[in-house]
């Protein structure tokens, strides 16, 4: 984990900030760029695809910490899901499953924060989904395993990532469980999110928080268009 002197131990409960993206392995030229014009007053910040090395890591700046979890590996080079935040997290669990038919991982993160004036903390879970099975048994055993982790938790939660639902199927099925632990789906009005087959592959759900604002913000730095939630904690 990298940690800096500008990273503080509570996030703040008034005000929280989200950015997520899936950043094609920073593949684009330019994709930091985009990154600090949309994100540079973000408190939690989660990427799928990102690339694991140090040169990535550094394009984070100092104000952030962060945590990742491999998935995919080629020639010695490792992306996977990484979450940042303006605070150090004190619980980080790594996960891990296959794809059915190519073997590649598929990685989700789990960090949890404290906040300031609560005496509850957060959970953010960041997902990259299983992608290439038609059926839904692997699809699912890996959201099992992230909502079990959530419905287990008493405070307020944050899900974030690339869930690769481009099925009805697939999209009932997360929305299905989402609705189980209480969670809600964010909802953008002017929705640019990156489609597959009609469905949007980028969400948010949340729980134990107030929206304030979403957006999804056009880039051509990825294949993916980030987007981002205010929220504040619900007292």
Not at 43 to 57: G, I, N, R, T
């Amino acid at each position: 984990m990298n940690a800096s002197h500008a990273v503080q131990d509570t996030l703040k409960s008034s005000e929280l900030f989200l950015f997520s993206w899936n950043v094609l392995k920073g593949k684009r030229e330019g994709w930091h760029e985009d990154f600090y014009r949309i994100a540079a007053q973000a408190d939690l910040v989660l990427f799928q695809e990102a690339l694991l090395h140090d040169a990535f890591y550094d394009r984070l700046g100092q104000r952030l910490a962060w945590q990742a979890s491999a998935g995919y590996s080629r020639f010695n080079r490792h992306s996977g899901v990484l979450t940042a935040a303006t605070a150090n997290s004190y619980r980080t669990q790594r996960l891990q499953q296959r794809e059915p038919v190519l073997r590649s991982p598929k990685a989700a993160l789990i960090t949890e924060y404290a906040l300031l004036d609560s005496p509850r903390t957060l959970l953010v879970a960041n997902i990259h989904a299983i992608n290439f099975t038609w059926g839904l048994k692997h699809f699912q055993q890996q959201l099992d395993e992230v909502f079990a982790i959530i419905a287990a938790h008493s405070g307020p939660v944050l899900l974030a990532g690339d869930f690769n639902v481009w099925r009805g199927k697939r999209m009932q099925l997360v929305q299905a469980l989402a609705r189980s632990v209480g969670m809600m789906e964010m909802d953008f009005e002017q929705d640019h999110r990156t489609m597959a087959f009609k469905y949007p592959l980028d969400h948010i759900f949340y729980k134990g928080l107030i929206k304030k604002e979403s957006a999804v913000h056009k880039v051509t730095t990825s294949d993916h268009n980030p987007i981002t939630a205010l929220f504040s904690v619900l007292a």
